[in-house]
């Protein structure tokens, strides 16, 4: 083995998590099948799987933010405590603010 590829290191960055409906992991963008193959395939095909992971960022869209992207529904008016939609119950349901 020779080459960049030949001990191509794998492009996991440890948030693995599979797209519902594109099938890719958020981390890395490898596919489940790629992930699960990825040691045992051939340097070119590894070196075929990393150029085109760039390209598959897009399919993934923008990402929410995390909790900051959940709280607050698009509908909330500016400044008014975010409506959970989820219908999991926050601690603020449970305790009035002083």
């Known amino acids: 083995m020779s080459g960049p590829a030949a001990g191509a290191a794998s492009p996991c960055v440890n948030l ?3 797209h519902p409906a594109e099938g890719l992991c958020v981390g890395c963008l490898r596919t489940a099948d790629e992930i699960a193959r ?3 395939l051939a340097p070119a095909a590894r ?3 990393l150029a085109g992971l760039p390209s598959r960022a897009a399919r993934l869209g923008r990402r929410r933010g995390g909790r900051a992207g959940r709280a607050a529904p ?3 008016p500016p400044g008014a405590p975010p ?3 989820s219908g999991i119950r926050r601690s603020s349901d449970f305790f009035a603010s002083p």
């Open 38 to 40: 990825w040691p045992r």
């Open 47 to 49: 070196a075929a799987i």
């Open 83 to 85: 409506q959970s939609t």
């Open 74 to 76: 698009p509908d909330d």
């Open 16 to 18: 693995c998590l599979i």
